[in-house]
Each structure stands twice: as C-alpha cells, then as structure tokens.
Antibody, heavy 119, light 110 residues
Framework: QVQLQESGPGLVKPSETLSLTCTVS????????WSWIRQPPGKGLEWIGY???????NYNPSLKSRVTISIDTSKNQFSLKLSSVTASDTAVYYC?????????????WGQGTLVTVSS | QSVLTQPPSASGTPGQRVTISCSGS????????VFWYQRLPGTAPKLLIY???QRPSGVPDRFSGSKSGTSASLAISGLRSEDEADYYC???????????FGGGTKVTVL
C-alpha cells in the first residue's frame, strides 16, 4: 500500500522560499504523476502542480513563476519549492499521487503539513 | 474563490439521504470526469468516487456519484455518524490545463 509523507519547515519568513519534500513508501515513484495541492485556512483546495517520473512538469498558471517541482527517483521522493512567499501562501500543503492526466484522479494523499508564512 | 461551486454545508439525520451538488463549466465538468474526495477530521483526503460514478474498492455503495452537463452530485444514502466529513468535488479544467476543486461541503449528521 503506497503511503506519502510530507516534510519540511512549518514556518517560513515572507519573501523567502518554501521547501517541502514528499517521501513515497510502499511503491515506486517511477510511474504515475506526483502532485502538490494546498488548502489555505478557510478556503478550498488548490492544485499547485505535478511532475511525471520522467521529470516532465505542469504548474498552475497562477503560481508558475514561483514554483519548481523536482523528483529524485533514487530516494523515492519529490519536492516543492515556492519562492517569494507571502502570508497568502500560508496553507496546509498536501502531496498526492495522480493516476492519470488529464484527470483530477488522486488516489493517495499525504496527511498534509501546515506551512505558516510569518516574520 | 473555487472554480467549482459546492454548498458549504449539508446535514441529515442517521439513515437519511443527503445530496451534495457541484457546479462547473464546459471547460471542466462539462468535458471531463468528476471525482469526489472525503476528508474525515484530522485525516488525509480519500478518493471516494472516480470517473463520475465509480467507487474504489472499499467504498460503501451508500456513496454514489452522477454527472449531467456542467453539474455533478454526490449522494450519501443511509447516512451514518462516520460520514461526518468534508467532501470535495474535482475535475480537470481544459482552460487551466490542470485539476480544479470545489470549495468543499461539510456534512453534519444530526
């Protein structure tokens, strides 16, 4: 059974870069698509972007200029970097496995990690 | 605000049927499959319905999904206390070239 676990700092200062890693266990990362999704307090879910195991990426246009998603198949991990953060980037960040594109088909999710942007 | 529109809340007594609506447009629900996710308190979201109305293994048949035009709905029949959760609809959006979600509906069992 595939499990995902997010890790990274829970507090990031404004203008700095948010960095999170998702570790995949119980299965290989060398297939499917791997996504990052976030939920700001009191708001709905927002897709950030995904990466295919080959390295191909696709980002939400609203965040594209600040987002980088990378993958390390040797460690079964993929990562998110979001630059120049502001308070509006405060959210619970989830990593998820996306079965197929184009479809909103996420069959495994991490527990989520709260990232607060504050000085 | 969310691209897909859901009511913020829904409720029912045990055994009742509750329906949650999800409204979108021709670029998302109108041309792509709809998915539903359940998030129980303090847990990760869980896939509840895929491809409009299919249930993954292990999801009770009390949960059913349907789609018509640019709208979709999730029905919970025989409501149980353990169904208290947030429910989200999602679909691929051709304009965004990515997935979009609803704002979520909190289901309360009275």
């Amino acid at each position: 059974q595939v499990q995902l676990q997010e890790s990274g700092p829970g507090l990031v200062k404004p203008s700095e870069t948010l960095s999170l890693t998702c570790t995949v266990s119980g299965g290989s990362i060398s297939t499917y698509y791997w996504s990052w999704i976030r939920q700001p307090p009191g708001k709905g879910l927002e897709w950030i972007g995904y990466i295919y195991y080959s390295g191909t990426t696709n980002y939400n246009p609203s965040l594209k200029s600040r987002v980088t998603i990378s993958i390390d198949t040797s460690k079964n991990q993929f990562s998110l970097k979001l630059s120049s953060v502001t308070a509006s980037d405060t959210a619970v960040y989830y990593c998820a496995r996306q079965i197929v594109v184009p479809a909103a088909y996420f069959d495994c999710w991490g527990q989520g990690t709260l990232v607060t942007v504050s000085s | 605000q969310s691209v897909l529109t859901q009511p913020p809340s829904a409720s029912g007594t045990p055994g009742q049927r509750v329906t949650i609506s999800c409204s979108g447009s021709t670029s998302n629900i109108g041309s792509n499959y709809v998915f539903w996710y359940q998030r129980l308190p303090g847990t990760a979201p869980k896939l509840l319905i895929y491809s409009n109305g299919q249930r993954p293994s292990g999801v009770p048949d009390r949960f059913s999904g349907s789609k018509s035009g640019t709208s979709a709905s999730l029905a919970i029949s025989g409501l149980r206390s353990e169904d208290e959760a947030d429910y989200y609809c999602a679909a691929w959006d051709d304009s965004l070239s990515g997935p979009v979600f609803g704002g979520g509906t909190k289901v309360t069992v009275l």
